[in-house]
């Protein structure tokens, strides 16, 4: 089946550095990909949809200046946690439609810890 | 605006026993609806989808049938065994997006 990859798997950084979340469709094109936070014991929650050449669209109450997505690639989406806080520390999940009907396929998440 | 509502976990059972987990769906239109499983340690892979009423997705054992009338897509297995052991989402894409809509997840733990 079609794979997703998500790098780094784990991060931690110091409050108020950026760290950069990369998201690969391995053996297909993705000209979508959405990006989840999940946070402990809780469900995924969209965070915005990542398009290919244009801007990304972001969910009601993400800020789009805090988590910047760049979709440069029809294989590659980055999500950028500016200026990180320890509330942005959590589990972040890429997914990208795959070739088929509504299937999506999810990259295996990134845990953020910001100190 | 759209929801999935899923059986509060976690469940625990002995292996051979029957599955049941709950999720109920509010929607505008015809949304298509999900199960997908997430193993210890791996990304979210999908178990069943059904795209219309009354259609049943199937895989590994596992069931859940579209019921528009009480919008409801329950998860079922006949006999569980200690593999099936995972955090179990229900899912909805609304009608016509790509983007998904996640219940709160269920833990399942199958005792030998």
């Known amino acids: 089946g079609a794979v997703v990859s998500q790098h780094p798997s784990w991060v931690i950084c110091k409050s108020g550095t950026s760290v950069k979340i990369e998201c690969r469709s391995l053996?297909?094109?993705?000209?979508?990909m959405f990006w989840y936070r999940q946070f402990p014991k809780q469900s995924l929650m969209l965070m915005a949809t990542s398009n290919e050449g244009s801007k990304a669209t972001y969910e009601q109450g993400v800020e789009k200046d805090k988590f910047l997505i760049n979709h440069a690639s029809l294989t590659l989406s980055t999500l950028t946690v500016t200026s990180a806080h320890p509330e942005d520390s959590s589990f972040y999940i890429c997914?990208?439609?795959?070739?088929?009907?509504?299937?999506?396929?999810f990259g295996p998440g990134t845990r953020l810890t910001v100190l | 605006g759209d929801s999935v509502t899923q059986m509060e976990g976690p469940v625990t059972l002995s292996e051979e026993a029957f599955l049941t987990i709950n999720c109920t769906y509010t929607?505008?239109?015809?949304?298509?609806l999900f199960w997908y499983v997430q193993y210890p340690g791996e990304g979210l892979q999908l178990l069943l989808k059904a795209t219309k009423a009354d259609d049943k997705g199937s895989n590994k054992g596992f069931e859940a049938t579209y019921r528009k009338e009480t919008t409801s897509f329950h998860l079922e297995k006949g006999s569980v065994q200690v593999s099936d052991s995972a955090v179990y989402f229900c899912?909805?894409?609304?009608?016509?997006?790509?983007?998904?809509?996640f219940g709160q997840g269920t833990r399942l733990t199958i005792n030998p």
């Open positions: 899912a909805l894409a609304p009608q016509g997006a790509q983007k998904l809509v």
């Open positions: 053996d297909f094109q993705a000209t979508t």
């Open positions: 929607a505008t239109g015809y949304p298509s």
């Open positions: 997914s990208a439609p795959g070739p088929g009907y509504n299937e999506q396929f």
